[in-house]
């Protein structure tokens, strides 16, 4: 069932064909709250486009935080900006137009999936104050960075001890919306809205839906956007997932840019990507050095060899005598990997005994088992980093 608030001066059955036939309509803010007290278990309450915007802030501004697992979808004559922005800062999932009969349909499904995935994650027995955060890493583009970062989420998803967020960090020219087929409607790009104020509710507004246990949270989908995401609005929304989620994987970009330092800051473990050609690991000893400058604990550090059966005249050990520390995990090389792009699946997913599927989830079953060893507050290596350059 689902609840519209709604004027006495309407007819609700326009309500009940656009939405349901057992669509419960009410007429005042008072029936409502009554309605949803009677009804714990309902995820779902419409707005009508007669309601003023007060009455409608109001209400999601009830519901927010004692109830986040409901999901409220405001209908409107005409939508703008303005609206849109007011609606979303108090909490309000969706804004839609009354004559978007498809997008009306389409609003109610994302808020009902997303309320019943967050209804199991707030039933979890998981502690999610104690999210992991898991930063990839690779210092050159090309060394399959993001195909590792979205298989190893799913294998953590899969492993069932909590849920999981991948966060695309890569703000400039992301690609996990490309490689898991998600439309990325809404981005970190929405995040602008709330700097200052960012809380589970406004996080929650960013996030994609994408398979049981898995959520992500997706780069800007244009490049010109990245740059209203500054820094402290990322490791603020990294912050907040650590309230939300057991693990947030990050995939960053393949440079130091501040963004990058900072997700080291925040980050409990990193996953050093590097591959057998001569540029990559001179790229990946760089940074492993400017690490060590900057004194990020080798404690966290896990290289990983990716495409590690390629025969290109380097081995495994040639890797590890160059860099100094032993390699954790070996994937590899498989034209299957590729193949995996065209379909919006991972390959953990779509075929769980192939090799790399095997390494990366051995990779998963490391990281979940590891113990999360957080420092106490000391001076920022960001602000190190800038006063030595």
Not at 135 to 163: D, H, Q
Not at 259 to 276: G, H, P
Request: hydrophobic residues 45%; contains cysteine.
């Amino acid at each position: 069932m689902t609840i519209v608030l709604g004027s006495p001066r309407v007819d609700p059955e326009r309500y009940r064909v656009l939405l349901s036939s057992d669509a419960e309509v009410v007429t005042s803010a008072q029936a409502l709250h009554s309605f949803l007290d009677d009804h714990p278990d309902e995820l779902l309450a419409v707005i009508a486009p007669e309601v003023t915007m007060p009455v409608a802030s109001a209400v999601a501004d009830r519901y927010r935080l004692n109830r986040p697992d409901l999901g409220i979808i405001m209908m409107r004559e005409r939508i703008d900006t303005e609206i849109v922005t007011a609606a979303l800062r108090s909490g309000i999932r969706d804004v839609v137009s009354i004559d978007d009969v498809e997008g009306i349909t389409a609003a109610v499904r994302r808020s009902q999936n997303f309320s019943n995935q967050l209804r199991g994650a707030m039933g979890s027995t998981i502690d999610v104050e104690a999210g992991k955060v898991i930063m990839v890493f690779g210092a050159k583009g090309g060394c399959g960075k993001t195909t590792i970062a979205t298989n190893l989420a799913e294998s953590l998803a899969k492993l069932n001890r909590g849920r999981v967020c991948i966060v695309d960090l890569d703000l400039d020219f992301g690609d996990v919306a490309i490689f898991l087929k998600l439309d990325p409607a809404v981005t970190i790009s929405r995040a602008v809205q709330f700097e200052g104020e960012l809380d589970a509710t406004h996080v929650r507004s960013l996030i994609t839906p994408y398979a049981e246990n898995l959520d992500a949270l997706l780069a800007p989908a244009k490049p010109a956007e990245a740059e209203f995401i500054t820094p402290d609005i990322a490791m603020n929304i990294i912050d907040v997932l650590r309230t939300m989620y057991s693990f947030i994987v990050l995939d960053t970009p393949p440079s130091f840019a501040e963004v990058t330092l900072r997700s080291f800051e925040k980050a409990d473990s990193y996953i050093l990507v590097t591959t057998l050609d001569l540029p990559s690991l001179k790229n990946i000893k760089v940074a492993m050095e400017t690490l060590d400058a900057l004194g990020y604990p080798r404690s966290r550090w896990h290289v990983v060899l990716n495409r590690a059966g390629s025969d290109v005249g380097l081995g495994q050990g040639d890797v590890e005598e160059v860099l100094g520390i032993p390699v954790t995990t070996a994937i590899p090389s498989s034209r299957d990997v590729p193949a995996t792009l065209n379909t919006g699946t991972t390959l953990v997913a779509d075929n769980p005994e192939h090799p790399v599927s095997k390494a990366i989830f051995a990779l998963a079953i490391t990281e979940a088992g590891a113990p999360v060893q957080r420092e106490v507050s000391k001076p920022s290596l960001w602000a190190k980093f800038r006063r030595k350059s």
